[in-house]
């Protein structure tokens, strides 16, 4: 099976658990901590993944390093994913995690690439108009990018809108030495 689509089932279990005890938002927070860890600290993400040492040592060095600081749901889906031997796709859950908030939540994620940084009044009547017009809290993130020339580039799930002037410019060249 593929990381994401084991990713999404083992997030969709521990998003239903929480949901059903009111811990959503902690285990997202407990999740994000684990995952911060892991991805500054190398030896101990090695160390989870290692296939030398065993299950039981791994499991004890979770609970030694993350035991008061995370929630028993996180502490024992992190052991169920040990002795299934699919604690790499830690960070896969966390994203699918996150993305059945923002569904339960209505909220949309963008991302929003600029030629040149937007003033913060356009920046929000933007974010108000793209939640109007599809009925959903907009999450914009917006990145910068001086090739795009002017215009932007908007990202809504797999769905690109293209309406900088580099990409017109393109289209135009491409219609010129077609003629």
């Given at each position: 099976m593929k990381e994401g689509v084991v990713?999404?089932?083992?997030?969709?279990?521990?998003?239903?658990?929480?949901?059903?005890?009111?811990?959503?938002?902690?285990i997202n927070k407990d999740w994000q901590i684990f995952i911060d860890t892991i991805q500054t600290n190398q030896q101990l993400s090695d160390a989870l993944n290692s296939k030398v040492i065993s299950i039981d040592n791994r499991k004890a060095l979770l609970k030694d390093v993350f035991g008061i600081d995370l929630h028993t749901?996180?502490?024992?889906?992190?052991?169920?994913?040990?002795?299934?031997?699919?604690?790499?796709?830690?960070?896969?859950?966390?994203?699918?995690?996150?993305?059945?908030?923002?569904q339960k939540n209505n909220i949309v994620p963008i991302q929003l690439t600029t030629a040149k940084l937007l003033p913060s009044e356009q920046e929000e009547q933007l974010e108000q108009a793209i939640s109007s017009s599809l009925?959903?809290?907009?999450?914009?993130?917006?990145?910068?990018?001086?090739?795009?020339?002017?215009?932007?580039?908007?990202?809504?799930?797999?769905?690109?809108?293209?309406?900088?002037?580099?990409?017109q410019l393109k289209v135009l060249k491409q219609h010129l030495s077609s003629n």
């Amino acid at each position: 099976m593929k990381e994401g689509v084991v990713a999404r089932r083992y997030a969709k279990a521990l998003f239903d658990l929480a949901d059903k005890h009111d811990l959503v938002e902690q285990i997202n927070k407990d999740w994000q901590i684990f995952i911060d860890t892991i991805q500054t600290n190398q030896q101990l993400s090695d160390a989870l993944n290692s296939k030398v040492i065993s299950i039981d040592n791994r499991k004890a060095l979770l609970k030694d390093v993350f035991g008061i600081d995370l929630h028993t749901l996180i502490l024992n889906c992190l052991y169920l994913l040990i002795d299934k031997d699919r604690i790499e796709i830690s960070e896969s859950i966390s994203y699918s995690y996150q993305q059945l908030i923002w569904q339960k939540n209505n909220i949309v994620p963008i991302q929003l690439t600029t030629a040149k940084l937007l003033p913060s009044e356009q920046e929000e009547q933007l974010e108000q108009a793209i939640s109007s017009s599809l009925n959903k809290t907009a999450l914009l993130d917006i990145a910068i990018n001086p090739a795009l020339i002017g215009g932007a580039v908007m990202k809504i799930g797999d769905t690109i809108y293209d309406g900088s002037i580099k990409s017109q410019l393109k289209v135009l060249k491409q219609h010129l030495s077609s003629n």
